[in-house]
C-alpha cells in the first residue's frame, strides 16, 4: 500500500521539480545579464533532471522495474555532478573577472 502512495508522492514533486526548472531555463533564455543567466540556466537543467529522475523512479516503484530505479537513481548523480561542476566554474570565472 505504501508502494503507490510514494510513487504518486514521487511523480508530483517531479512535476514540480520540472515545471520549476522550465520557468528557469525561460528566465535565462530572456535575461539581460550573462553571469547569472548561465548560473540560472543551470538550475533550471537541474530541476528537469530531478523531475525525469523522480518520474523514472516513480515508475520503477509502480511497475516494480529495477532498470528503472537503477536508470532514475545513475542518471540523476550523473547529472547533478555534470551540472554542479559546471556551476563551479561560471561561479569562479565571474568572481575572477
Not at 1 to 16: E, R
Amino acid at each position: 500500500m505504501i508502494v503507490p502512495i510514494a510513487a504518486a508522492a514521487l511523480a508530483v514533486g517531479g512535476a514540480c521539480a520540472a515545471t520549476h526548472g522550465a520557468r528557469l531555463i525561460l528566465r535565462a533564455l530572456r535575461g539581460a545579464d550573462e553571469a547569472s543567466s548561465s548560473l540560472t540556466l543551470i538550475r533550471g537543467i537541474r530541476g528537469l533532471v530531478v523531475g525525469v529522475a523522480a518520474w523514472a523512479l516513480a515508475g520503477g516503484m509502480l511497475f516494480a522495474q529495477t532498470w528503472l530505479l537503477v536508470f532514475g537513481g545513475v542518471f540523476l548523480a550523473e547529472e547533478l555532478y555534470e551540472t554542479g561542476v559546471v556551476a563551479l566554474i561560471l561561479r569562479r570565472s565571474s568572481a575572477t573577472s
